[in-house]
């Protein structure tokens, strides 16, 4: 188990910015991809952004132009800029990772979960 924790979430005003980051720590060979997803009051988990090693992205649709999702490969760190919030970005924010080991089977690791309430 690779553990990661994610921090900078909070409440912000409608139309504001917060940046969220997810550190891995521990040992393994590498990480392949890093993605956050979130889970909204009443709803299912979400996938919003992943990043592979090589720093192909994917987002979806809801956030396209507002978010950019990077990584710092030397921190395995991942960041998530969330600009132009709107009250429908509230949720529960979850770091996802998953990589290769020195030995063993492949990774795949969870965070905690930061929440973040876009509110007036």
């Known amino acids: 188990q690779v553990p990661v924790v994610e921090s900078g979430g909070g409440l912000v005003q409608p139309g504001g910015s917060l940046r969220l980051s997810c550190a891995a720590s521990g040992s393994f060979r590498s990480i392949i991809l890093l993605g956050w997803y979130r889970r909204a009051p009443g709803k299912e988990r979400e996938l919003v952004a992943t990043i592979s090693s090589g720093g192909a992205t994917n987002y979806a649709d809801f956030v396209k132009g507002r978010f950019t999702i990077s990584r710092d490969n030397a921190k395995d760190t991942v960041y998530l800029q969330m600009n132009a919030l709107k009250p429908e970005d509230t949720a529960v924010y979850y770091c996802?990772?998953?990589?290769?080991?020195?030995?063993?089977?492949?990774?795949?690791?969870w965070g905690q979960g930061t929440q973040v309430t876009v509110s007036s």
């Open positions: 996802y990772t998953r990589g290769a080991m020195v030995l063993g089977p492949p990774f795949s690791s």
